[in-house]
Nanobody
Framework: VQLVESGGGLVQPGGSLRLSCAAS????????MSWVRQAPGKQRESVAA???????SYADSVKGRFTISRDNTKGTVYLQMNSLKPEDTAVYYC?????????WGQGTQVTVSS
């Protein structure tokens, strides 16, 4: 199982970014996928999740601003982030829930600053 995040970077407040998480080594369309983030000095926080059937859920802090989606033909899960705030600054990780295990990517840094 391999998960590779991309799309992070530096963006001004109010801006947008789209994160991607490319998966390989398992039947992507059969498993739920999630995004979490960890800011410096803070605990890891769940951001969004999408089931294998496409149902989505979001943390209250990002609801209405972030959108999670998946393309099973490409084996990729996305996180569209709009109206970004400085408090969204964090390393963002995707993970796959396969059985009782979670498989993680290496993370991508998102920095929201003017």
């Amino acid at each position: 199982v391999q998960l590779v995040e991309s799309g992070g970077g530096l963006v001004q407040p109010g801006g947008s970014l789209r994160l991607s998480c490319a998966a390989s080594g398992f039947t992507f369309g059969s498993y739920d996928m999630s995004w979490v983030r960890q800011a410096p000095g803070k605990q890891r926080e769940s951001v969004a999740a999408i089931t294998r059937l496409g149902s989505t859920s979001y943390a209250d802090s990002v609801k209405g601003r972030f959108t999670i989606s998946r393309d099973n033909t490409k084996g990729t899960v996305y996180l569209q982030m709009n109206s970004l705030k400085p408090e969204d600054t964090a390393v963002y990780y995707c993970y796959a829930s396969i059985g009782t295990r979670r498989y993680w990517g290496q993370g991508t840094q998102v920095t929201v600053s003017s």
